[in-house]
């Protein structure tokens, strides 16, 4: 009892057996000083759980995010005509192969590329995860598949629909969570979107993961760690092929000048074309006449207002009903 009122007198608790990061809560929540203990009960508790420091944030929707470009190209003048001669045998400077990786992380972002295994996957640290992956699959199948998956890792179907399954997968609850009656998860959404045509044709799978009663800790180690592991367990026994590319390509919306290289390699007058998508080895683009086979890519690096030059080989160009192309480029690497 003295040990007791000793303690109360001077603010100072033997902590030993509470969790590191519980303890400077406890300690203002027990401080002698009426003024700075917490306002309320209801404070004292969302400290405990974390829900203080938790980041709020709009529902997203499963379209990927996309960087916009117009009017961010600088002025280029225009080549020396067809005087100028582009070394087919060159690939990308470290210049050029910097701008790209900023384009790609500005149409990703929030979200941060990561590779697991054989598959790429998008991450928003602490708040969600995304992937896609394709699949042949018949109808009425799919949930007969996820049956593995639901064995394997004891995740929870609580809601379904012909194109969705939402599971709830339990996370290690911490002491004052068991208390409070609270049960940390990871919600495992499994979206499928069927082609109109079944015949030769893969059904698209959307899989996003997104932590519920998690403190910031709990959210961000799931995601980091078991994130992964459960984007290849659902992979695996949804049968999903390989990766179609060995770089995803993500949206990007604006403007870009390009420059037709001939066959002799000689650099053509510049022409402005719609960007579509980007990754780190290629792009996609809407040209107004069908490409050669190599186009001189100009890059914007709207931070630095510069704008800086890539050798892009055409590896597909598709006519469209406009008299347009849609473009697929690689950039030549050395």
Known sequence: LRQLV?????????MDLIAGPDRPI??????????????????????????SHRVSRPARSAVLPAVNLSGSVPRIPSPSGQHSVVDLSLGLSPVAQQAIEELVAASVSPFQ????????????PGLTLEHRCHGRMLPNTSRLRLRGFVDETRAQLVENTDESYLYWLPLKPTFWQRCLGRQPRLNVLVALNRPETSKGSQTEVFIRLTPAECTPEQAEEALEKLGPLLVASLRTHLNTDPERREQPRFPLHGTLTVCPVNDAGQLLE???CEARNISLDGLGLLLPFEPPPYLLVRLPRPARNTVVSALARVVSAIPSPDGRYEVGLCFVQK
């Open 113 to 124: 590329l990561r590779k697991h295994g054989n598959f790429q996957y998008l991450l928003e």
């Open 270 to 272: 510049p022409v402005t």
């Open 6 to 14: 000793q303690a109360r007198s001077s603010g100072k608790f033997d």
């Open 26 to 51: 406890l300690q203002r929540a027990l401080n002698p000083a009426p003024e700075r203990r917490f306002k309320s009960c209801h404070d004292f508790v969302a400290a405990l759980m974390g829900e």
